[in-house]
């Protein structure tokens, strides 16, 4: 009898081991048990919105990318809001996804979604926007910020002569991105490199008068969430307040494409029989078309299809228990994030074709030729 009820509990607390083991055990590099996944890796993408085409393009290239190495992918949009967003980030975390790609619409908001996030366990690598202020950021992928900003300076110094010592002087309205998006920042701080010492010198001015006193203060001059129409309205009211007069307006600092597309309908709402140089970013398609048209100068092209290569590459190398490489940091005044960093290009009318269309970015019909 000892011996059967021996043989009884023996056959019991085998029996109790199988759930533990089911349950997760020592967790490897990938989140999963023992190191390897029991099933598809979860990952999360929180995009900010659907108004603007480049963030449609990212978040389908992204999920493609990381469901072609066989992860389940959840991809949602917060609609420009940004209590939707960390209620998106907090659920994906909860229904178990191990990586969450996010691209914030307010860097600072995010921050305590991301940390929520993290304590289930979650990595989390920021996508295009850096989140600040929280150590629970692992990784950063974009392009290099202050030389989108530098490009766009330096179409303008060239079209205007300035490197040749054209003195002007000439009238010039500078714009910023959102004062919510950390990258604004770092926009502004390349532009101004470039055209800072012709307006302290006198070449350019801005009848406006908005021109901030340092790089530090570009939020004074933000466009809230980028938009177009908000973009539209303040170039509006600038034109009817300061250039109705034919008072010639010879460029304006357009931070991305949805702010240039607005400058363009305020031009022509304007009545003028010219258009100022106009810079933008992002080569979406409508743009494209305006620069084609001789509407809109140039575009910063950022391929989001690097982008989101390199994002889903990242990822892989966490899986895989790589380290990743990201030879870049940058600092979201908590610590400083490693990151990848991607090289822009400037495109206008004399290349276009070549970057956009014939790369495959953009068909010639979206394009307008």
């Given at each position: ?131 600040m202020n929280t150590d629970a950021v692992d990784y950063y992928t974009t392009f290099s910020l202050t030389e989108v900003g530098k490009l766009q ?150 391929d989001t299809r690097k982008l989101a290569k390199t994002t889903a590459l990242l990822i892989k190398d966490l899986v895989d228990g790589k380290k ?46």
């Amino acid at each position: 009898m000892k011996k059967l009820i021996k043989g009884i509990a023996l056959a019991a607390a085998a029996a109790m081991i199988v759930p533990l083991a089911a349950c997760g055990g020592a967790r490897g590099s990938n989140g999963a048990a023992g190191g390897k996944s029991s099933g598809p890796v979860s990952i999360g993408i929180s995009m900010p919105e659907q108004q603007l085409e480049r963030w449609q393009i990212d978040g389908t290239n992204l999920k493609k990318q990381l469901e072609s190495y066989g992860y389940k992918v959840t991809l949602q949009y917060a609609d420009g809001k940004t209590d939707l967003q960390s209620s998106q980030i907090q659920n994906m975390a909860n229904q178990g996804a191990k990586y969450i790609v996010i691209a914030s619409i307010d860097g600072t908001a995010t921050g305590a979604a991301a940390e929520q996030a993290a304590s289930n366990g979650a990595k989390i690598i920021a996508y295009d926007r850096l989140i600040m202020n929280t150590d629970a950021v692992d990784y950063y992928t974009t392009f290099s910020l202050t030389e989108v900003g530098k490009l766009q300076g330096q179409y303008i110094e060239k079209k205007l002569g300035l490197k040749e010592g054209k003195k002007g002087p000439f009238n010039v309205e500078l714009m910023s991105g959102s004062p919510t998006d950390n990258n604004a920042k770092y926009y502004y701080e390349g532009a101004w490199s470039v055209l800072g010492p012709y307006f302290k010198s006198g070449v350019l001015q801005s009848k406006s008068g908005k021109v901030p006193k340092s790089p530090a203060d570009y939020q004074s001059i933000g466009i809230d969430n980028w938009d177009r129409q908000k973009g539209q309205a303040e170039m509006e009211n600038r034109i009817n307040s300061f250039y109705n007069n034919g008072t010639k307006l010879d460029a304006v600092l357009a931070p991305n494409d949805a702010i240039a597309l607005g400058t363009v309908n305020a031009v022509e709402g304007a009545g003028w029989n010219y258009y100022p140089v106009i810079t933008g970013q992002d080569a979406e398609k409508a743009n494209v078309r305006a620069i084609f048209q001789g509407k809109q100068s140039m575009t910063v092209y950022k391929d989001t299809r690097k982008l989101a290569k390199t994002t889903a590459l990242l990822i892989k190398d966490l899986v895989d228990g790589k380290k990743p490489k990201a030879k870049d940091t940058f600092d979201n005044g908590k610590k400083k994030v490693p990151s990848s960093l991607l090289t822009p290009i400037s495109v206008d009318k004399d290349n276009a074709k070549q970057e956009l269309v014939d790369s495959g970015y953009i068909s010639a019909k979206d394009a307008g030729i």
